[in-house]
C-alpha cells in the first residue's frame, strides 16, 4: 500500500547549493533502497518535500528527516493513501525555484512568493504539477 505525505520545514541555518547537494545526495543514495521517490523544494529559507512510497518506509523516513538539526518546525501538511505515485520517476526530484515565475505561485497561493505553510497539500501537488510541466524540476 502506497502513501504520499507532504511537510514543510524552516531551514536552520544558511542553506547553500553544498548543503543543498548533501541533502539530494542522501536521498538519491538511500530512497531507492526504500522504494521512496518524490520531490524535495527549497526557497526563501523554507523546504518542502514530498515523499511517496510504502507506509513503513515513508514513515521511517520522515522521522529520520524530521530529527535532522538542518532543518526546524516540520509541520506535517499532507498524509494520504494513494494508488499510484506522482512521482515514480523521481528518487528525490530537486524544484528550482529560480525558474518558477510569479504568476503560477499566485495561481495557487495567496501570494506570489513561495511559503508552503500558507499552502493546502493539494494546491502544492498542483504547483508541483505545473513546474513539472514548464521543466523546473530537475531529476
Ligand atoms: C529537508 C531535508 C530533506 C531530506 N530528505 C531526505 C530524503 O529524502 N532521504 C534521505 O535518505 N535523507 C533525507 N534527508 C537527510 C536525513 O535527515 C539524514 O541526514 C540522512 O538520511 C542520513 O543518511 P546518510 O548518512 O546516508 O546521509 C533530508 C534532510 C533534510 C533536512
Redesign the pocket.
Known amino acids: 500500500m502506497l502513501v504520499r505525505l507532504i511537510y514543510a ?1 524552516r531551514a536552520a541555518g544558511e542553506v547553500n547549493a553544498e548543503l543543498l547537494d ?2 539530494l ?3 538519491r ?3 531507492p533502497a526504500i522504494g ?1 521517490t ?1 520531490v ?1 523544494c ?1 526557497s526563501a529559507g523554507m ?1 518542502v ?1 514530498v ?1 511517496e512510497g510504502s507506509r513503513s518506509a515513508v514513515s521511517s ?1 520522515y522521522n ?2 524530521v ?2 538539526p ?2 526546524e518546525k516540520v509541520e506535517l501538511i499532507h498524509f494520504e493513501e494513494i494508488s499510484e505515485r506522482h512521482f515514480a520517476d523521481w528518487t ?1 526530484g530537486q524544484v528550482n525555484m529560480s525558474k518558477v515565475n510569479n504568476g503560477v505561485l499566485l495561481k495557487y497561493s495567496a501570494r506570489s512568493e513561495f511559503n508552503p505553510f500558507d499552502m493546502s497539500g493539494e494546491a502544492i501537488l498542483l504547483l508541483l504539477d505545473d513546474l513539472i510541466a514548464t521543466a523546473a524540476i530537475s531529476k
Open positions: 520545514s548533501a541533502l545526495r542522501s536521498s543514495q538511500n530512497n521512496v518524490g524535495l527549497y523546504f518535500q515523499l523516513l529520520v528527516i530529527r535532522d538542518r532543518h528525490m
